[in-house]
């Protein structure tokens, strides 16, 4: 049965008569709590006595509870190992040697919101994919995925509500449905993204959803000129919504996953979408015009899933601004909050796997 979509008005208007749908909006909220307080860090808008990347991290796992040695966010995840199959088409925008007609190994992983490793797969509608591309001349270019073409907010001080807006409360364990209501009333660039949500049921798989990299960045061609851009993966699988009683097992996007491999590879298309002048680069809730011209890159081919715990993604910090030559970071401050956050995360797990290994050794 297909999930029930529900008007984002009446949930604003009746929040408690709508705990469930909020609910949903909290845990994808939990995508980019992370990423929000580093970017507060980042961008200034915040004294750093009041806000640093830690300081939010440290509040993130108050909120959604530690779990040493697992990601803070995206706990939850499988890694997979395959190739990109570059044909060239973009290369007249990006002197990238991964947009040649060339064979890239890739590293990936699927994933989940939330910081519990443990959690049900029905516990967060969004689903991610993160790529680590190995060029032959030793170049790596990473990117991080969300299954929703925008994003919710776009300041630091939007994010930071949002992280407060969505704190657990004491009683029950789970947001406060009016706290949450009342920040999304506050803040009307996040329609876009609940709009999106609402019309969009969780796919049934990893395997059939398109993902987005949300930020713009920056194509240099082999003549220096700049061209603003932003990418995205489209399954040659058909996208099937899921269905209730999928959902009642726990574990179930990773069992599709390894059922769908054992019959093949699994292939995306990576799109990758340029803008035209005037476009915003800065703001990633803004979704540019439906018009613009959609390069197909090549295909990213899924060869094979492997177990987190001793995958090759597990060391992988999926830092979205390493990039190869040929590619840049824009002017959207997203880029460099999601890397302070994600430095701030990757150094605490590794350092809680050594401070595991070391005690193991005694």
Same mark, same amino acid.
């Given at each position: 049965?297909?999930?029930?979509?529900?008007?984002?008005?009446?949930?604003?208007?009746?929040?408690?008569?709508?705990?469930?749908?909020?609910?949903?909006?909290?845990?994808?909220?939990?995508?980019?709590?992370?990423?929000?307080?580093?970017?507060?860090?980042?961008?200034?808008?915040?004294?750093?006595?009041?806000?640093?990347?830690?300081?939010?991290?440290?509040?993130? $796992?108050?909120?959604?509870?530690?779990?040493?040695?697992?990601?803070?966010?995206?706990?939850?995840?499988?890694?997979?190992?395959?190739?990109?199959?570059?044909?060239?088409?973009?290369?007249?925008?990006?002197?990238?040697?991964?947009?040649?007609?060339?064979?890239?190994?890739?590293?990936?992983?699927?994933?989940?919101?939330?910081?519990?490793?443990?959690?049900?797969?029905?516990?967060?509608?969004?689903?991610?994919?993160?790529?680590?591309?190995?060029?032959?001349?030793?170049?790596?270019?990473?990117?991080?995925?969300?299954?929703?073409?925008?994003?919710?907010?776009?300041?630091?001080?939007?994010?930071? $509500?949002?992280?407060?807006?969505?704190?657990?409360?004491?009683?029950?364990?789970?947001?406060?449905?009016?706290?949450?209501?009342?920040?999304?009333?506050?803040?009307?660039?996040?329609?876009?993204?609940?709009?999106?949500?609402?019309?969009?049921?969780?796919?049934?798989?990893?395997?059939?959803?398109?993902?987005?990299?949300?930020?713009?960045?920056?194509?240099?061609?082999?003549?220096?000129?700049?061209?603003?851009?932003?990418?995205?993966?489209?399954?040659?699988?058909?996208?099937?919504?899921? $269905?209730?009683?999928?959902?009642?097992?726990?574990?179930?996007?990773?069992?599709?996953?390894?059922?769908?491999?054992?019959?093949?590879?699994?292939?995306?298309?990576?799109?990758?979408?340029?803008?035209?002048?005037?476009?915003?680069?800065?703001?990633?809730?803004?979704?540019?015009?439906?018009?613009?011209?959609?390069?197909?890159?090549?295909?990213?081919?899924?060869?094979?899933?492997?177990?987190?715990?001793?995958?090759?993604?597990?060391?992988?910090?999926?830092?979205?601004?390493?990039?190869?030559?040929?590619?840049?970071?824009?002017?959207?401050?997203?880029?460099?909050?999601?890397?302070?956050?994600?430095?701030?995360?990757?150094?605490?797990?590794?350092?809680?796997?050594?401070?595991?290994?070391?005690?193991?050794?005694?």
């Amino acid at each position: 049965m297909r999930q029930r979509s529900f008007s984002l008005a009446e949930v604003l208007r009746h929040p408690v008569r709508h705990r469930g749908e909020i609910a949903k909006l909290a845990a994808i909220g939990v995508v980019v709590l992370a990423t929000g307080g580093a970017f507060a860090y980042v961008a200034g808008a915040l004294t750093p006595q009041r806000l640093t990347s830690a300081r939010v991290i440290d509040t993130f $796992e108050t909120n959604g509870g530690v779990h040493a040695g697992y990601r803070r966010n995206h706990a939850k995840g499988v890694c997979f190992a395959g190739y990109f199959e570059g044909n060239g088409n973009a290369s007249r925008i990006s002197r990238a040697h991964v947009f040649d007609r060339v064979r890239t190994p890739v590293t990936g992983r699927f994933a989940i919101p939330g910081t519990n490793p443990a959690a049900a797969d029905a516990s967060a509608p969004v689903r991610s994919m993160a790529l680590q591309f190995r060029s032959a001349n030793g170049e790596q270019w990473r990117t991080a995925m969300n299954n929703t073409p925008v994003f919710i907010v776009n300041n630091a001080k939007s994010f930071y $509500e949002q992280l407060v807006a969505s704190r657990p409360d004491p009683a029950t364990g789970k947001p406060d449905p009016a706290k949450l209501a009342a920040f999304f009333a506050a803040h009307p660039e996040t329609q876009p993204f609940r709009r999106w949500v609402a019309a969009h049921a969780p796919s049934t798989s990893f395997a059939n959803a398109a993902y987005y990299g949300i930020d713009a960045f920056r194509a240099i061609d082999a003549s220096g000129g700049t061209h603003d851009v932003r990418w995205s993966v489209v399954p040659e699988s058909d996208y099937l919504p899921v $269905e209730k009683q999928q959902t009642a097992q726990h574990d179930f996007l990773d069992d599709e996953l390894k059922g769908r491999l054992q019959n093949g590879p699994l292939r995306w298309h990576l799109l990758v979408t340029v803008a035209q002048p005037g476009d915003v680069t800065n703001d990633a809730t803004v979704a540019w015009p439906a018009d613009r011209e959609r390069i197909d890159a090549g295909t990213l081919v899924v060869e094979r899933e492997s177990a987190q715990s001793d995958g090759d993604c597990r060391d992988i910090n999926f830092d979205p601004t390493v990039l190869p030559d040929g590619l840049k970071i824009s002017d959207d401050p997203l880029l460099t909050a999601r890397s302070s956050a994600y430095s701030v995360s990757f150094n605490r797990r590794t350092h809680e796997e050594a401070h595991a290994a070391s005690r193991g050794n005694e």
